[in-house]
Protein backbone atom coordinates (compact mmCIF):
# COMPACT_ATOMS: atom_id res chain seq x y z
CA UNK A 1 0.00 0.00 0.00
CA UNK A 2 1.36 3.35 -1.20
CA UNK A 3 1.47 5.88 1.62
CA UNK A 4 2.65 9.89 1.07
CA UNK A 5 2.73 11.35 4.56
CA UNK A 6 3.07 15.55 5.13
CA UNK A 7 3.72 16.92 7.84
CA UNK A 8 5.50 20.84 8.71
CA UNK A 9 2.37 23.12 7.77
CA UNK A 10 0.76 25.38 10.10
CA UNK A 11 -0.03 29.14 10.85
CA UNK A 12 3.01 30.89 9.41
CA UNK A 13 3.36 34.51 9.45
CA UNK A 14 4.34 36.08 6.25
CA UNK A 15 8.17 35.99 5.54
CA UNK A 16 8.49 32.98 7.18
CA UNK A 17 10.00 29.77 6.44
CA UNK A 18 8.88 26.51 7.11
CA UNK A 19 10.05 22.95 5.64
CA UNK A 20 7.25 20.38 4.05
CA UNK A 21 8.45 16.91 4.64
CA UNK A 22 6.82 14.17 2.87
CA UNK A 23 7.48 10.39 3.95
CA UNK A 24 6.78 7.80 1.85
CA UNK A 25 6.61 4.49 1.59
CA UNK A 26 4.89 1.54 -0.61
CA UNK A 27 6.76 2.67 -3.71
CA UNK A 28 10.08 2.71 -4.92
CA UNK A 29 10.97 6.28 -3.24
CA UNK A 30 14.36 6.52 -5.46
CA UNK A 31 12.59 5.43 -9.02
CA UNK A 32 10.12 7.49 -8.09
CA UNK A 33 9.79 11.26 -9.56
CA UNK A 34 7.99 13.32 -6.12
CA UNK A 35 6.13 16.36 -7.12
CA UNK A 36 4.59 19.20 -4.45
CA UNK A 37 0.89 20.48 -5.29
CA UNK A 38 -1.01 23.20 -3.62
CA UNK A 39 -5.01 24.08 -3.60
CA UNK A 40 -6.20 27.19 -2.19
CA UNK A 41 -9.55 28.03 -1.25
CA UNK A 42 -11.73 28.53 -4.84
CA UNK A 43 -9.01 27.79 -7.05
CA UNK A 44 -7.44 24.75 -9.22
CA UNK A 45 -4.80 22.59 -7.59
CA UNK A 46 -1.26 23.28 -8.61
CA UNK A 47 2.13 21.88 -9.58
CA UNK A 48 4.77 24.16 -7.32
CA UNK A 49 7.52 21.57 -7.53
CA UNK A 50 9.12 18.79 -9.07
CA UNK A 51 12.13 16.85 -8.49
CA UNK A 52 13.09 13.94 -10.67
CA UNK A 53 14.87 10.70 -9.51
CA UNK A 54 18.01 11.99 -10.36
CA UNK A 55 17.39 15.52 -8.87
CA UNK A 56 16.62 17.27 -11.83
CA UNK A 57 14.30 20.08 -9.92
CA UNK A 58 11.63 22.65 -11.78
CA UNK A 59 9.12 25.09 -10.06
CA UNK A 60 6.10 27.46 -10.61
CA UNK A 61 7.05 30.99 -11.72
CA UNK A 62 5.02 32.06 -8.40
CA UNK A 63 7.56 30.41 -6.21
CA UNK A 64 10.70 30.13 -8.16
CA UNK A 65 13.47 31.90 -6.14
CA UNK A 66 11.70 31.48 -2.85
CA UNK A 67 10.87 27.53 -2.53
CA UNK A 68 13.06 24.55 -2.77
CA UNK A 69 12.74 21.62 -3.14
CA UNK A 70 14.89 18.58 -2.40
CA UNK A 71 15.22 14.72 -1.74
CA UNK A 72 16.23 12.14 0.54
CA UNK A 73 16.69 8.79 -0.88
CA UNK A 74 18.09 7.03 1.83
CA UNK A 75 15.40 8.67 4.18
CA UNK A 76 12.61 8.00 1.65
CA UNK A 77 11.62 11.79 1.86
CA UNK A 78 11.00 14.82 0.16
CA UNK A 79 10.87 18.41 1.55
CA UNK A 80 9.97 21.34 0.18
CA UNK A 81 12.24 24.45 2.12
CA UNK A 82 9.35 27.70 1.99
CA UNK A 83 11.00 30.82 2.01
CA UNK A 84 9.31 34.90 2.58
CA UNK A 85 6.19 33.47 2.18
CA UNK A 86 3.37 35.67 1.24
CA UNK A 87 -0.94 35.59 2.22
CA UNK A 88 -1.23 34.00 -1.66
CA UNK A 89 0.73 31.00 -0.49
CA UNK A 90 -2.09 29.94 1.70
CA UNK A 91 -3.24 26.72 1.03
CA UNK A 92 -2.89 23.03 1.45
CA UNK A 93 -0.47 21.49 0.12
CA UNK A 94 0.47 17.96 -1.59
CA UNK A 95 3.03 15.58 -2.00
CA UNK A 96 2.68 13.56 -5.48
CA UNK A 97 4.99 10.87 -6.93
CA UNK A 98 5.23 9.37 -10.24
CA UNK A 99 6.89 10.53 -12.95
CA UNK A 100 8.65 14.02 -13.85
CA UNK A 101 7.85 16.39 -14.77
CA UNK A 102 4.07 16.34 -13.46
CA UNK A 103 4.35 13.40 -10.91
CA UNK A 104 1.06 12.66 -10.16
CA UNK A 105 0.20 8.87 -9.95
CA UNK A 106 -0.11 8.58 -5.94
CA UNK A 107 -1.20 11.37 -3.63
CA UNK A 108 -0.56 11.99 0.15
CA UNK A 109 -3.89 13.71 2.20
CA UNK A 110 -2.45 17.40 2.37
CA UNK A 111 -1.18 19.71 4.52
CA UNK A 112 -2.49 23.21 5.56
CA UNK A 113 -0.20 26.16 5.59
CA UNK A 114 -1.70 29.60 6.59
CA UNK A 115 0.28 33.05 6.16
CA UNK A 116 -1.27 35.40 8.25
CA UNK A 117 -0.04 37.79 10.87
Known amino acids: QVQLVESGGGLVQPGGSPRLSCAASGIIFSLNAMGWYRQAPGKQRELVAAISSGGRTSYADSVKGRFTISRDNAKKTVYLQMNSLKPEDTAVYYC???????????WGQGTQVTVSV
Open 96 to 106: AAGNYPVPSTY
